[in-house]
Nanobody
């Protein structure tokens, strides 16, 4: 079992930055792909970024490429999402995701989500 707790969300103006963190419990963290998904009001949950267990492979949604960076610290059981040049359309609840599959699909474990609001 893996438990995930996100933090770092908040309100920011367009063009600003935020860094989300996801702290994981469980001994299998370092073996798992970690990812971020988001869900805006009235929309389905969508993939944002993911990172392999070693950190050597990353995937990004086209909408965030060049603006967001995913990273992980296996010693701290934490994955990060650095979000720069934020846009109002980035407003959503951001969810941390973990599991064995690498790629843009969702894995089995989810956090509770953290709200990101970007004002214009």
């Amino acid at each position: 079992q893996v438990q995930l707790v996100e933090s770092g969300g908040g309100l920011v103006q367009a063009g600003g930055s935020l860094r989300l963190s996801c702290a994981a419990s469980g001994r299998t963290f370092s073996r798992y792909t970690m990812g971020w998904f988001r869900q805006a009001p009235g929309k389905t949950r969508e993939f944002v970024a993911s990172i392999s267990w070693s950190g050597s492979i990353t995937y990004y949604a086209d909408s965030v490429k060049g603006r967001f960076t995913i990273s992980r610290d296996n010693a701290k059981n934490t994955v990060y999402l650095q979000m720069n040049s934020l846009k109002p359309e980035d407003t959503a609840v951001y969810y941390c995701n973990a599991g064995p599959r690498l790629g843009i699909g969702a894995n089995d474990y989810w956090g509770q989500g953290t709200q990101v609001t970007v004002s214009s």
